[in-house]
Structures are given as structure tokens and as C-alpha cells.
């Protein structure tokens, strides 16, 4: 069983309030950009996680994505946004 997600500190919201401003940032809270029960699942198995998607490919799956590209993108876009300096 994973445990809840903890609260931020009030030092690290402080932090994040200073950098908000600092930087001329939307005001954002976290639990409204981030979507924490997904990242506990991901990373709550406790085990690594091995997949292949040979099976798909070979069942005409063939279109890729350049995730690298993906995550720049979603990075500028963030950046636009005005959530990330």
C-alpha cells in the first residue's frame, strides 16, 4: 500500500511563493498542475518496470514519438504559461 502524499512543507511552500514571484509566474498551485496520484503509481512498485512494444510493432503499431521532443515541448509550453521560468 502506498502511503498519501505529504503535505509540502510551509518552508518549501515559502520557497515556491519566492520563485512565483521572483520569476513573474503564474500563480499555480501544485496539486493543480501535478497530478500526484499518477506519480504515485508510477513510481510506488516497488520494482522496476520492463516493457516491450515489439508485440505492437509487429502487429502494425508502427508510429513513434520522439519523447525527448515531447518533453521540451511540454517544457515550452509550461515556459509560455508562464508556470516554469
Known amino acids: ?13 515559502s520557497a515556491a511563493v519566492a520563485i512565483v514571484r521572483r520569476h513573474g509566474l503564474a500563480e499555480s498551485p501544485l496539486d493543480e498542475i501535478a497530478d500526484w496520484a499518477f506519480a504515485d503509481f508510477h513510481w510506488a ?3 522496476d518496470v520492463t516493457s516491450s512494444t515489439a508485440k505492437l510493432r509487429e502487429t502494425g503499431f508502427t508510429e513513434t ?7 521540451l515541448d511540454h517544457l515550452t509550453r509550461y515556459r509560455e504559461a508562464k508556470i516554469l521560468p
Do not use: F, I, K, R
Open 1 to 13: 500500500m502506498v502511503p498519501p502524499v505529504m503535505p509540502m512543507s510551509q518552508e518549501n511552500v
Open 45 to 47: 512498485h516497488g520494482y
Open 65 to 71: 514519438l520522439d519523447s525527448a521532443q515531447m518533453l
